[in-house]
């Protein structure tokens, strides 16, 4: 109830960015990976976090961001943060996905759109729903600080860790 009260003063006064979740706190999640364990944002306490969601594994936009985030790992993996993908995809196709890029982060299944519908990143409905492709980046306190809601594939990854290093000198 308080988050509907929340949304809807901040739609009625137009203040983006409590509608957008910035400096409000990340909803808790206990999602599957790609292998099946159960991943939950507290056992991430006390490290950034990049929440990105994408639409349909093994489509070209979703392939080239996966890359990105692949190929830029070991500089996330150096400062501490956690790198975790999102979609509606099942355990299995993310398996796959996850698989033929040799990811090395979890992908992380929200079948039922429970932390989608959070976060408001669902689009279509029924069995066409899938997940807007934009990123939430959590602070060690687990406060969402930003909202990537337009990503660009090919330079995201490199924008989201310069974003990291940079909020974490202030």
């Not at 990049?50 to 150096?78: H, M, W």
Request: hydrophobic residues 40%; charged residues 25%.
């Amino acid at each position: 109830m308080k988050r509907i009260t929340v949304a809807l003063l901040a739609a009625c006064l137009s203040l983006p960015v409590l509608a957008e979740w910035v400096g409000m706190k990340a909803p808790a999640f206990s999602l599957p990976d790609q292998t099946g364990k159960v991943r939950t944002l507290d056992e991430f306490k006390g490290r950034w976090v990049v929440l990105y969601f994408y639409p349909k594994d093994n489509t070209s936009g979703c392939t080239e961001e996966a890359i990105r985030f692949r190929d830029q790992f070991a500089e996330f993996k150096k400062l501490g943060i956690v790198v975790l993908g999102v979609s509606l995809d099942s355990v299995e196709s993310h398996k796959q996905f996850a698989a033929s890029l040799k990811l090395p982060f979890a992908l992380l299944s929200d079948s039922q759109k429970h932390l989608s519908s959070k976060l408001e990143v669902l689009s279509g409905f029924g069995p066409l729903s899938y997940t807007r492709r934009e990123t939430f980046l959590i602070d060690p306190r687990g406060e969402i600080v930003t909202r990537y809601k337009s990503v660009d594939t090919e330079k995201h990854a490199a924008q989201v860790l310069a974003d990291v290093v940079r909020l974490s000198k202030l």
